[in-house]
């Protein structure tokens, strides 16, 4: 099994070695590692890549691949198109990373171009089991809910492509934690990782092996 874990921070200040998207990517792939010590797991920072953002050339009708010299997308691309599991761990902020964005934006055309030709169509990476956990600087409850509604809603509704036809995913497919908590799941600020809840923790390993066993 491929694992592949995205973490969509963007944070160059000084002092920050390892951002808190990429913490928590760490972690879900320890656990997996736990679990799956034969599970090829890598982390795919963005922080790293410069890519650029659609200017809706339609190019990529025919070619299912950015040909508007994004080598960075589509290198980016080709990692989700290898992978058998991917993790999108987002920060909040205003209200998703840009490069994140720009991401989703190249993988909806990618999708939503040829589909207009075809109603059939479907991506490369459709039915990849696809968790989304996002975070950001607070912990309470009332605050983990925002981020599921600023931050794992819009991942979730990009993963469809076509709003129209969420009965079934025409790209990644999402997998959701419970009935409460159906995009994904929110954490609280890694850095109090050790004053997490038992449920919280709990939460988190639950979540990586529905992610996985999807």
């Given at each position: 099994?491929k694992?592949?874990?995205?973490s ?13 998207s ?21 982390i795919l ?5 410069m890519?650029?953002?659609?200017t ?5 009708i025919?070619?299912s691949?950015?040909v ?7 290198k ?13 761990v ?8 840009a490069?994140?964005c720009?991401?989703?934006?190249k ?19 459709v ?10 600087a ?5 605050a ?18 076509i709003?129209?036809?969420h ?9 959701p934690?419970?009935?409460d908590?159906k ?17 919280q923790?709990?939460m ?11």
């Open positions: 099994m694992v592949l874990c995205i969509a921070s963007n944070d160059f200040k000084d002092g920050v070695k390892e951002t808190s990429f913490i928590i990517c760490r972690r879900v792939i320890d656990k997996i590692r736990n679990g799956m010590p034969q599970a090829d797991c890598s920072e963005l922080k790293k890549y890519p650029k953002p659609c809706n050339c339609q190019k990529c025919d070619s691949r950015c508007a010299g994004d080598d960075d997308f589509n980016i691309y080709e990692q989700i198109l290898g992978c058998d599991v991917l993790f999108i987002s920060p909040h902020y205003a209200p998703i990373p490069k994140l720009m991401i989703m934006e993988m909806e055309s990618i999708t939503f171009n040829p589909w207009l030709r075809d109603n059939s169509y479907k991506s490369d990476i039915g990849i089991p696809t968790g989304v956990i996002s975070h950001g607070a912990g309470a409850d009332w983990l809910r925002e981020y599921e509604k600023v931050v794992n809603y819009p991942i979730a509704n990009f993963l469809f492509t709003p129209s036809s009965v079934e995913s025409r790209q990644l497919k999402l997998v934690h419970n009935d908590w995009a994904g799941i929110s954490v609280p600020p890694v850095k109090n990782y050790k004053d997490w809840s038992d449920l923790i709990v988190f390993e639950d979540y990586i092996n529905k992610v996985i066993s999807a």
